[in-house]
């Protein structure tokens, strides 16, 4: 995450070299990570699908990019979801034959799993778990730097179009004009209530997670 450009993408090639490297690669990243998704600027996103047993999206089925916005019945589509205290049905852990009728599809249904080792061999990973506490986190926080690069870049723009106006007047500016103001305002307004979890999807009840070093989340003050 660049703080002037916003997310820089590289990729790292998967074929076994003795000197393994990243390499830039904006072209094939930008056409899915720019975009109104990323709120115009490069930036990261987290989606939800309906996934066959194989781990690809049914090109047929609702796919959506989620936030702490979007209803917890619409999230998780194509993740392992693991808790220790979780009412909420959602998408997670749902695995589908890619044969079936994807419009009788419902969201929430599915529920989080307390351990993914029914599923497959855990001992390979890290973690056995994909704790929904950390999914949580990593929505608001995806997002979030989406709104960062927004709000740089659109003051940026702003600040430079009130600097050539000024050059084409012949003054110079002792304060910023009122519509400059009103941009940068509006664009910081925007980054600071989702910050503060502004309109955060409703949770009916506590979620805790299954890692040890998550906490139980609930619902702060909505705005």
Known sequence: MDPVKGAVFYTLSQKLADRPRFVRDDASCL?????????????????SVYTDQ??????????????????????????????????????????LDENVNTTTLKPGMSQSR???????????????????????????????????????????????????????????????TKRTQREIQRVGDALLRYMLFSNEAKLVGPIEGSADQFITHTNPKNF
Request: aromatic share 6%; glycine share 8%.
């Open 31 to 47: 056409q899915c990570h720019s975009g109104a998704q990323t709120q115009g600027g490069p930036g990261l996103l987290i989606r």
């Open 114 to 176: 307390v351990s993914l080792n029914e599923l497959f061999d855990t001992d390979q990973y890290l973690t056995p778990h994909s704790d929904i506490v950390a999914l949580l986190i990593l929505e608001h926080q995806t997002h979030m730097q989406s709104l960062i690069t927004r709000a740089q870049y659109r003051a940026t723009i702003t600040l430079e179009r009130e600097k050539e106006l000024a050059e084409i007047l012949g003054r110079q500016p002792e304060k910023l």
């Open 54 to 95: 194989q781990g690809f999206a049914l090109v047929d089925a609702d796919q959506l990019t989620t936030t702490h916005r979007t209803p917890i019945e619409k999230r998780w589509g194509g993740w392992y979801v693991t808790a220790k205290r979780n009412t909420q049905p959602h998408l997670g852990n749902l695995i």
